[in-house]
């Protein structure tokens, strides 16, 4: 991981499916698979609040 890249979940940045530490730190949060978390981006779109909520987690929006 690069010095300045963010080390948390930062829910403004949209989710890179293509990036797999963030999809990792992703899934570990919202507690789902790979395929759980592609499935729930296609479906609403990849800005991780709308992921967040899709998964019933709204904690990690605030």
Same mark, same amino acid.
């Given at each position: 991981? /690069?010095? @300045? !890249? %963010?080390?948390?979940? @930062? /829910?403004? !940045?949209?989710? @890179?499916? &293509?990036?797999?530490?963030? #999809? /990792? ?8 698979? *790979? $395929? !759980?978390?592609?499935? &729930?981006?296609? $479906?609403?779109?990849?800005? %991780? #609040? &709308? ?5 019933? /987690?709204? *904690?990690? #929006?605030?």
């Amino acid at each position: 991981m /690069r010095p @300045d !890249e %963010p080390k948390t979940f @930062d /829910r403004h !940045e949209p989710i @890179d499916l &293509a990036n797999p530490d963030k #999809v /990792r730190e992703i899934t570990e949060k919202l507690d789902c698979s *790979e $395929q !759980e978390l592609a499935d &729930a981006v296609d $479906q609403v779109g990849a800005h %991780p #609040v &709308a992921v967040a909520l899709k998964f019933g /987690r709204p *904690e990690l #929006v605030v």
